[in-house]
């Protein structure tokens, strides 16, 4: 079955960077896209970027578009969200999660990563 | 920016009939996606493309999109059914989810 593993919970002080790992099974990786969104503590659910499993290309939202990378490796099956020059605003739950691509939809969840951003 | 406007929360009587909204200009137009989160969960998909049910999801959940209004749909509502829904699109390259609806299932 299709599992979408993400690595644990981290605290960050202000300026610092995280990186957060999903690790995928189930399925064949570089077949599909994988997506970021993370959720501020009682917000909405929030689109950062996406990466193509089969050939690394990337897109991420503007208002992330300076701070965010998002990268893959293959021979793992596992896909990577680093976020720079942290704030506290930036404390949230960070999702990866699945594209369907046909529908652009998400169809598999992995289970969140909370990130403190505090001093 | 686009956005997807939802009401804050909705409140159904058990086995009655919620009704979720997701609205902007001509969404009809669009593919809309709905889904639900139960605290400290990750959100399930519930419903795709509109009114299509992903396996393992009851019929009780239905959906609609006509006009500048996507409706989500749950019939005989169940006290398990409490959750945050949201309601999703692809735009212009960039997904975009509504703000979320607080159901409470009195």
């Known amino acids: 079955q299709v599992q979408l593993v993400q690595s644990g919970a981290e605290v960050k002080r202000p300026g610092a960077s995280v990186k957060v790992s999903c690790k995928a099974s189930g399925y064949t990786f570089t077949n599909y896209a994988l997506h970021w969104v993370r959720q501020a503590p009682g917000q909405r659910l929030e689109w950062m970027g996406w990466?193509?499993?089969?050939?690394?290309?990337?897109k991420y939202s503007q208002k992330f578009q300076d701070r965010v990378t998002i990268t893959r490796d293959t021979s793992a099956s596992t896909a990577y969200m680093e976020l720079s020059s942290l704030r506290s605003e930036d404390t949230a739950v960070y999702f990866c999660?699945?594209?369907?691509?046909?529908?652009?939809?998400?169809?598999?969840w992995g289970q969140g990563t909370l990130v403190t951003v505090s001093s | 920016s686009y956005e997807l406007t939802q009401p804050l929360s909705v409140s159904v009587a058990l086995g009655q009939t919620a009704r979720i909204t997701c609205g902007v200009n001509?969404?009809?137009?669009?593919?809309v996606h709905w889904y639900q989160q139960k605290p400290g969960q990750a959100p399930v998909l519930v419903i795709y493309r509109d009114s299509n049910r992903p396996s393992g999801i009851p019929e009780r959940f239905s959906g609609s999109n006509s006009g500048n209004t996507a409706t989500l749909t749950i019939s005989r509502a169940q006290a398990g059914d409490e959750a945050d829904y949201y309601c999703q699109v692809w735009d212009s390259g960039t997904w975009v989810f509504g703000g979320g609806t607080k159901l409470t299932v009195l």
């Open positions: 001509s969404i009809g137009n669009k593919n």
């Open positions: 990466i193509n499993g089969g050939n690394g290309n990337t």
């Open positions: 999660t699945r594209l369907y691509g046909i529908g652009y939809y998400y169809d598999y």
